[in-house]
Each structure stands twice: as C-alpha cells, then as structure tokens.
T-cell receptor, first 114, second 113 residues
Framework: DGGITQSPKYLFRKEGQNVTLSCEQN?????MYWYRQDPGQGLRLIYY???????QKGDIAEGYSVSREKKESFPLTVTSAQKNPTAFYLC?????????????FGAGSRLTVL | GQNIDQPTEMTATEGAIVQINCTYQ??????LFWYQQHAGEAPTFLSY????GLEEKGRFSSFLSRSKGYSYLLLKELQMKDSASYLC??????????????FGDGTTLTVKP
C-alpha cells in the first residue's frame, strides 16, 4: 500500500543535541512538507519541497534544516538552535499541478526535550 | 500571508447537525481544505472547495464563499466517533508559495450522547 512513513514515532533529546526525523513516501508525490503542531494548536509549516534538490522555508524554519536528495525522502533535522523543540512533527506529501492535491500525512513523530 | 480563524471548541449531541465556521484573509487563494484529526493522530482529508458553493460527501458538506473569505463544514447525523479536531486550511495561489497550505488552529468538537 502507498503511504508516508515517519520514524521514530517517539524521540527524546537532551538539550544541545541535533536530531533527525525521517520521512519516506512511496506515493510518487513531487511535493513534501514538514509541519509542527503544539498542543491545542493547528499545524505550522517548517519547510517544504516541490522538487528534488530544492526546498523553501515555511513560517517557522529557524532552528531546522532539511534536504531533498531523493523524491521519496525528506528528512528534517532539529538543531540545537531550535529553542523550544518539544512538539508533534508531521510530514506530508502531495501531487503538484491542477486539482485538489490533497495533503497525505504520515503518523507523526513526537519529540520531547529532556 | 494568511490569517485563518475558527472557533476553538464546540459541543453537540449525537444525531444532531453541527456547523463549523472558518474565515480567512489571504494574499492568494488556490483552494480551501477541511481535515479531521483525532487526538494523537495525523490529520485526514475531509473536503476541498475551490469554487463558490456547496460540496457534499455523505454526512459531511463544505461551503465556500470566496468574496466573503468564508467557509463552513457541516456534519449531519453526528456520531460519537466524530469527536475530533477539525482543521481549516487555505492553499496559496500560483506564485512562489504555490502549493503551500496554511492551517487554522482547529475546532475541537465534542459529541455527547
């Protein structure tokens, strides 16, 4: 079955450490996205990529980095520069071009800073 | 930029009808989406509007007025499993932000017996 796989599901990090969240999709979607969700809030866009080897900053990119070396993969690194990284991280993908291009989400990664 | 407003919480009774409103102010518009999110889970797609009017899909309907920057999600014959957060999202128009969706904070719906 096609879908998006995020790992790990739960991650604990000490302050000052970088961590990388994995996102892999087999839907053949061109566009991929990373969102952050805090309790009781909506999704805020961190980074997005519409084509391999290219990505754009979202609304809250500071303290995060991404790469898009393959169409299927869009890993997110939470760096030590991110001051409040504890959150639920959601990866999504979508087709490009005319039409609805609905976002398909992974199951999420919950990051806790100790 | 985008600004999206929706009520924080709503409560309704099983079997009833509930309407969740969403207003938006955007620098570009290329579609409005509603997603459902159960606690601790990923959002799932419910409906999409790009032209004015009503889109119906089973117990769920969504309405859009682009001139008013307004949408609503209508849920009929409410079931306990409809208790969830409902997220309104607007996608940017055809510019450098093409394909970028901005989400509201979500409306938490509680369905009571």
């Amino acid at each position: 079955d096609g879908g998006i796989t995020q790992s790990p599901k739960y991650l604990f990090r000490k302050e000052g450490q970088n961590v990388t969240l994995s996102c892999e999709q087999n839907l053949n979607h061109d566009a991929m996205y990373w969102y952050r969700q805090d309790p009781g809030q909506g999704l805020r866009l961190i980074y997005y990529s519409q084509i391999v080897n290219d990505f754009q900053k979202g609304d809250i990119a500071e303290g995060y980095s991404v790469s898009r070396e393959k169409k299927e993969s869009f890993p997110l690194t939470v760096t030590s520069a991110q001051k409040n990284p504890t959150a639920f991280y959601l990866c999504a993908s979508a087709e490009q071009g005319p039409g609805a291009n609905v976002l398909t989400f992974g199951a999420g990664s919950r990051l806790t800073v100790l | 930029g985008q600004n999206i407003d929706q009520p924080t919480e709503m409560t309704a009774t099983e079997g009833a009808i509930v309407q969740i409103n969403c207003t938006y102010q955007t620098s570009g518009f290329n579609g409005l989406f509603w997603y459902q999110q159960h606690a601790g889970e990923a959002p799932t797609f419910l409906s999409y509007n790009v032209l004015d009017g009503l889109e119906e899909k089973g117990r769920f309907s969504s309405f859009l007025s682009r001139s008013k920057g307004y949408s609503y999600l209508l849920l009929k014959e409410l079931q306990m499993k409809d208790s969830a957060s409902y997220l309104c999202a607007v996608r940017d128009g055809y510019n450098t932000n093409a394909g970028k969706s901005t989400f509201g904070d979500g409306t938490t719906l509680t369905v009571k017996p």
